[in-house]
């Protein structure tokens, strides 16, 4: 399984570092993507990790705000999320599948979800 955590409540320009810990799962087999999910809305990519590595964004509203990263030595991707509005505000969601997509279907594993919460 993944999973999520780090999420919080915090001020409209603010940071929060999102995780997805690998249990049972190496993460380094796997291309590992951020969904998230507002309320009354659907789940949407924002930006997948592959395994070697290539990053692709999905959500063009994060692009130079949000960046993806893999840690091998702990089994963890991270997303740093910086400059926060409002409208990231949503229940985030890590998933680990055999290769980035924007579709919910080609991943195998998903986390519970993390809220983030930006106010102001």
């Known amino acids: 399984q993944v999973v999520e955590s780090g999420g919080g409540s915090v001020q409209s320009g603010g940071s929060l570092r999102l995780s997805c810990a690998g249990s049972?799962?190496?993460?380094?087999?796997?291309?590992v993507a951020w969904f998230r999910q507002a309320p009354d809305d659907l789940r949407e990519p924002v930006v997948c990790?592959?395994?070697?590595?290539?990053?692709?964004f999905y959500d063009d509203s994060v692009k130079g705000r949000f960046g993806i990263s893999r840690d091998r030595a702990s089994n963890t991707i991270s997303l740093q999320m910086n400059s926060l509005k409002p409208e990231d505000t949503a229940t985030y969601y890590c998933a680990a599948g055999p290769g980035c997509s924007s579709y919910n279907s080609p991943y195998d594993y998903w986390g519970q979800g993390t809220q983030v919460t930006v106010s102001g």
């Open positions: 049972g799962v190496e993460l380094e087999y796997y291309a």
């Open positions: 990790i592959n395994q070697k590595d290539v990053v692709s």
